[in-house]
């Protein structure tokens, strides 16, 4: 049975125009080079190293910087730094090589606070899991756990008995009390589920279906799934997503809302009324009683853009579509060109959303948003015309309306950026994962958050 409450959303729109304001301002602090050889495969208009789906292709855990990509060869690779300024030390993982050319098999990382393990997904698009993980402690004790490739485990296809033989998109998030969970999709675009894992030291377990597209003939993308920290002793958990009817991305449509109080077992609608329990009634992936923001078809709504929660507990989400003066277009491609960043939050007391349209084109590219130790906003994204990297800012003071250029590129990029959320929110440090354009070249560039 498919569960959901109608509710009533309040809702305030803003159009945000350049300007100075209290905006954060950025300082480089420096460039490195993360490899040479990164895959150079172009598809979906996007690099096999550098998609906004990653959750995590870089992060920061422990005083350590890591941050993984495939290499020409094809081969997964892991690199770690000592922070704030230690050299990058690579791991090169060549009992499993990928023949694949598609963009949507990235790599993951996730780490477990509970015994220090690393998690690694990758090299998964509607297909079955690639998977593994490493000894304990090597992210808690870095210097007792040696920095090789015997410290990672053989690859698995699956991580329970369960089978995992069409899954995509991989996203690892951590409870503040230390367990690592998993989100994927089961299924295909347009009609998939997506299911949740628990790693607890040693072993994983299967909680089951939490949002179900296959009973609609759809299926959800997810902006991102994380928790808040707002309060220690009972952190939610969060996640936004919009929905696709077929494979043909011009049927993405509205952005959805759910969160839960108990690690992904019982689900709440915006308004806080339980409504969905996964496993036996997951949420309905385009329930009206889900639905916080209407977005219709065909107005070029890219999914699975970026999500991240603030210190407050206030939910952001970016996304990217048409302007309210643009037409509708059918043609997905065509609709990009003129689709701008918008930025959705959602206000935790009164729990309304509100929108601010932003002038910040991407094109075909996806940004990343992430927030400070303040609660300001950054975005890094792309513009696949240019093949320019822009960074924006946004001030709390403000209402997060005052959203501004503050860095553009000299040198040429594509794909998608990748920020170091953990970074940011903890050291006040944008540190981002960029490829340049052609794909061999991986940029780590740190910026002083100045907010």
């Known amino acids: 049975m498919k569960r959901f409450i109608p509710l009533l959303v309040l809702a305030s729109v803003v159009v945000a125009f350049p300007a100075a304001a ?12 993360l490899t040479t050889s990164g895959r150079t495969a ?144 089961t299924g295909y675009s347009g009609t998939g589920d997506e299911v949740l894992y628990e790693y607890r030291p040693g072993a994983w377990t299967y909680l089951g279906e939490f949002i179900d597209g296959t009973t609609a003939g759809n299926n959800a993308y997810l902006f991102g799934i994380e928790y808040d920290n707002f309060d220690p002793a009972a952190p939610l958990l969060h996640v936004t997503w919009t929905v696709r009817e077929t494979s043909n991305a011009s049927t993405n449509h509205d952005i959805f809302y759910a969160y839960s109080k108990d690690k992904g077992r019982t689900w709440r609608n915006n308004a806080g009324t339980v409504v969905a329990t996964t496993a036996s009634a997951p949420l309905a992936s385009g329930a009206a009683g889900l639905r916080v923001w209407g977005i219709g078809q065909n107005r070029g709504l890219i999914n699975q853009e970026s999500q991240v929660v603030d210190a407050a507990g206030v939910v952001h989400v970016l996304a990217s579509h048409l302007p309210p003066s643009a037409a509708d277009n059918s043609d997905f491609t065509v609709a990009r060109e003129k689709a701008v960043l918008v930025h959705y939050w959602r206000d935790k007391a009164g729990k309304g959303w509100h929108q601010t349209y932003t002038p910040f084109l991407e094109r075909s590219s996806r940004g990343d948003i992430a927030v400070d130790s303040r609660d300001n906003l950054y975005v890094v994204s792309g ?69």
């Open 22 to 33: 209290a905006a954060p301002t950025v300082a480089h602090t420096s460039t490195t080079i």
């Open 383 to 451: 513009d696949s015309s240019t093949r320019r990297l822009h960074i924006q800012t946004a001030s709390k003071a403000s209402g997060w309306t005052d959203w501004v250029i503050r860095h553009t590129s000299a040198a040429v990029y594509y794909s998608d950026p990748l920020i170091d959320h953990q970074r940011l929110r903890g050291q006040n440090v944008l540190s981002f994962f960029a490829p340049r354009y052609g794909g061999s070249r991986i940029d780590v560039q740190d910026w002083t958050a100045n907010g």
């Open 42 to 185: 172009l598809t979906y208009t996007g690099y096999m190293n550098g998609e906004s789906f990653q959750q995590d292709g870089i992060v920061t855990f422990n005083g350590w910087q890591y941050a993984a990509f495939w290499d020409q060869s094809g081969y997964v690779n892991l690199s770690r730094r000592l922070l704030p300024s230690g050299g990058w030390s690579n791991l090169r993982l060549t009992d499993y090589a990928t023949t694949s050319t598609d963009s949507h098999n990235t790599i993951s990382i996730g780490i477990a606070p509970s015994d220090g393990t690393i998690h690694l997904a990758f090299d998964t698009h509607s297909s079955q899991l690639r998977y593994r993980r490493s000894v304990a402690g090597l992210a808690t004790s870095p210097a007792g756990a040696a920095w090789s490739t015997g410290s990672f485990g053989t690859v698995q296809t699956r991580l329970t008995g369960t089978s995992m033989d069409v899954v995509t998109y991989p996203q690892f998030f951590a409870h503040p009390d230390g367990t690592l969970q998993l989100a994927i999709r």
